[in-house]
């Protein structure tokens, strides 16, 4: 597997074609383009981009591989409206392997046809986690602030996550409200694609920003791992109830 050498014109026109084409009749006649232009420079990004990712985290998942840090390109039609079989956009994740991943933090890269973005966060947070969240801010809102202290300092990321659209606690302040008042929250960068083309650079760039942001990260996964003992003490203590 060679080096990251970026996303070349023809990865772009294979993404567009495929959202005028989405069909198994089209793909079968383009599946090798689709294979050259889009799956192996994700795999090289990936590949480039694991040793540092387990330089933040020993146990994120870094193997370059569909299914392991790489979508499918085959959507799940089964409980969809949309009934097209690919996927318009694809994305390298690197997670922890484990059972309730989606409540742990997880650094991101996707491309779509005009545009790519990057970042970290939870992919979808239960209630219970995001509460627990909320409840670790308000119980030590210093450590939430120096785990966050790249924020202001920084244009790259923004705040993102659907809003509740009524405060759950009033006089939050201001600095605070954007991460407090979401159903899941995650950093990302949006960028447009310029001339179709995305160059080498942009695993400098990756590696910069989730370097950045590296200390939301580990306070994140605090909070994911402090669920995590909860459920398995709750687990324990029925266990031992019925034993």
């Given at each position: 597997m060679g080096k990251f050498a970026g996303f070349s014109s023809?990865?772009?026109?294979?993404?567009?074609?495929?959202?005028?084409?989405?069909?198994?009749?089209w793909f079968e006649l383009h599946k090798a383009d689709y294979q050259e232009h889009v799956l192996k420079p994700l795999q090289s990004l990936a590949a480039g981009l694991g040793p540092f990712m387990q330089g933040i985290d020993a146990d994120l998942e870094v193997t370059p591989a569909l299914n392991r840090t790489i979508s499918r390109?085959?959507?799940?039609?089964?409980?969809?409206?949309?009934k097209s079989p690919y996927k318009t956009s694809h994305w390298i994740t690197f997670k922890r392997p484990r059972i309730g991943w989606k409540d742990?933090?997880?650094?991101?890269?996707?491309?779509?046809p005009d545009s790519y973005r990057y970042g970290m966060g939870f992919y979808s947070a239960s209630r219970v986690t995001?509460?627990?969240?909320r409840k670790a801010l308000d119980s030590n809102p210093a450590k939430f602030r120096s785990a966050t202290s790249f924020f202001p300092k920084q244009n790259v990321f923004e705040i993102e996550g659907d809003r509740y659209k009524r405060p759950l606690k009033p006089g939050i302040p201001a600095e605070l409200d954007g991460w407090y008042n979401r159903k899941s929250i995650y950093?990302?960068?949006?960028?447009?694609?310029?001339?179709?083309?995305?160059?080498?650079?942009?695993?400098?760039?990756?590696?910069?920003?989730?370097?950045t942001i590296a200390p939301l990260y580990h306070y994140l996964c605090k909070v994911a791992a402090a669920g995590r003992m909860a459920h398995l003490l709750t687990v324990k203590v029925r266990i031992d109830e019925r034993t």
């Open positions: 023809a990865t772009f026109q294979f993404l567009t074609n495929l959202s005028d084409n989405n069909n198994k009749q390109i085959y959507r799940d039609t089964r409980f969809s409206r949309d742990y933090p997880a650094y991101f890269f996707e491309i779509s995001m509460d627990r969240f950093l990302a960068c949006n960028q447009r694609v310029e001339d179709s083309v995305i160059g080498k650079a942009l695993i400098t760039d990756l590696i910069s920003g989730f370097e």
